[in-house]
T-cell receptor, first 113, second 108 residues
Framework: GAGVSQSPSNKVTEKGKDVELRCDPISGHTALYWYRQSLGQGLEFLIYFQGNSAPDKSGLPSDRFSAERTGGSVSTLTIQRTQQEDSAVYLC???????????FGPGTRLTVL | AQRVTQPEKLLSVFKGAPVELKCNYSYSGSPELFWYVQYSRQRLQLLLRHISRESIKGFTADLNKGETSFHLKKPFAQEEDSAMYYCALLEYGNKLVFGAGTILRVKS
């Protein structure tokens, strides 16, 4: 079946603009995760969804970052007033349930000029 | 805080040589550990998970609780093994804590 998909694959934006990144998990997977991969920080956890609820938002770096998940499926990560330090690859993963193996999407490369 | 350490940024070996990618962890509990691999221009993918005790593509990893290690090993490296390898710890059942990664370069 289809794996995790993310869009767009690349996004270039100007400092101060808002961006939305989308994730389509594997069908039937109840858990969804966002991570960020950057040169300086490596791979960092951002937020975890179980169904439409986000029990763990501990990795969101600031209040400019938010995420939602609707219908237990698609998730959107929104970054408001982007800064240059937000430039990174944003990865989405999904798993069948809490604690199961996480499968990753191809990522969205965000560049903030 | 939970932590995963991969001490080598780059490991370069010749084809046919043994490979050992090191991973050490700190975790106050019973750890669940993974190795993920990222080949050039491909997505991050699971290589193996310690509870399954499988051997994937000839790689194995044994959890050593005494040494808090989960080193990845392969007896004979192949050129197609060249990739970035990440060791990861599952924290509280819901998030992966990754090491910094090790680039494996297999030379012919």
């Amino acid at each position: 079946g289809a794996g995790v998909s993310q869009s767009p694959s690349n996004k270039v934006t100007e400092k101060g603009k808002d961006v939305e990144l989308r994730c389509d998990p594997i069908s039937g997977h109840t858990a969804l995760y966002w991570y960020r991969q950057s040169l300086g920080q490596g791979l960092e956890f951002l937020i975890y969804f179980q169904g439409n609820s986000a029990p763990d938002k501990s990795g969101l770096p600031s209040d400019r970052f938010s995420a939602e998940r609707t219908g237990g499926s698609v998730s959107t990560l929104t970054i408001q007033r982007t800064q240059q330090e937000d430039s990174a690859v944003y990865l989405c993963a999904s798993s069948l349930d809490w604690g199961d193996t996480q499968y990753f999407g191809p990522g969205t490369r965000l560049t903030v000029l | 805080a939970q932590r995963v350490t991969q001490p080598e940024k780059l490991l370069s070996v010749f084809k046919g040589a043994p490979v050992e990618l090191k991973c050490n962890y700190s975790y106050s509990g019973s750890p669940e550990l993974f190795w993920y691999v990222q080949y050039s221009r491909q997505r991050l993918q699971l290589l193996l998970r310690h509870i399954s005790r499988e051997s994937i593509k000839g790689f194995t990893a044994d959890l050593n609780k005494g040494e808090t290690s989960f080193h990845l090993k392969k007896p004979f490296a192949q050129e197609e093994d060249s990739a970035m390898y990440y060791c990861a710890l599952l924290e509280y059942g819901n998030k992966l804590v990754f090491g910094a990664g090790t680039i494996l370069r297999v030379k012919s």
